[in-house]
């Protein structure tokens, strides 16, 4: 089975702090995802990476960056955290090449004190 | 540019009743098209997808979703609805880059 892992399910940190979250996968995908879920807005994306060392900006990236220093990895950070960043987090892994599905972690609650 | 709409925020079902729900998009070339559940606290788990060919595909759960291009929609059935189906339900979009995903449908079960 496909395994997308989040390193974190509930984060708690104060503002201003710098935040990492981190996504691994084990199917050798190209492509890595960070998408942000709010009720009301559903999952919208804050990157992209197609490759190692590789990213593009979803439509929020704003306040966000991210790294994928080894395919298997990539990191979400949030360089100085603000209470409206205090959300659910979803990392997914996809194939680039073939079309198919996104296969999605669990998740990170994220929220900011 | 592409899109998806859900038109339904929530729906309310009876447990055994048919559900359907409905998903538009807009999209320039022929979508591969997806359905997700999402329980509680939990990722997203895929239940069907259509790539081509058959325009009615089956998933996971007793879930089937017909793509009907005439009308740009892709809508989720289930003949009987079960108490465990209460959930989150996200319609996406995408080919071989980024997905686009709807606003999600949440599906209330009444007894």
């Known amino acids: 089975d496909v395994k997308v892992t989040q390193s974190s399910r509930y984060l708690v940190k104060r503002t201003g702090e710098k935040v990492f979250l981190e996504c691994v996968q084990d199917?050798?995908?190209?492509?890595m995802f960070w998408y942000r879920q709010d009720p009301g807005l559903g999952l919208r994306l804050i990157y992209f990476?197609?490759?190692?060392?590789?990213?593009e900006k979803g439509d929020i990236p704003e306040g966000y960056s991210v790294s994928r220093e080894k395919k298997e990895r990539f990191s979400l950070i949030l360089e100085s955290a603000s209470t409206n960043q205090t959300s659910m987090y979803l990392c997914a892994s996809r194939w680039s090449d073939r079309g198919t599905e996104a296969f999605f972690g669990q998740g990170t609650r994220l929220t900011v004190v | 540019a592409q899109s998806v709409t859900q038109p339904d925020i929530h729906i309310t079902v009876s447990e055994g009743a048919s559900l359907e729900l409905r998903c538009n998009y807009s999209?320039?070339?022929?979508?591969?098209l997806f359905w997700y559940v999402q329980s509680p606290g939990q990722g997203l788990q895929l239940l069907l997808k259509?790539?081509?060919?058959?325009?009615l595909v089956q998933g996971i759960k007793g879930f089937e979703a017909e793509f009907k291009r005439s009308q740009s929609s892709f809508n989720l059935r289930k003949p009987s609805v079960h108490w465990s189906d209460a959930a989150e339900y996200f319609c996406a979009l995408g080919r071989y880059s980024t997905l686009t995903f709807g606003k999600g449908t949440m599906l209330l079960v009444s007894p």
């Open positions: 999209y320039g070339a022929t979508p591969y």
């Open positions: 990476s197609y490759d190692v060392k590789m990213k």
């Open positions: 199917m050798d995908h190209e492509n």
């Open positions: 259509y790539f081509s060919g058959d325009t």
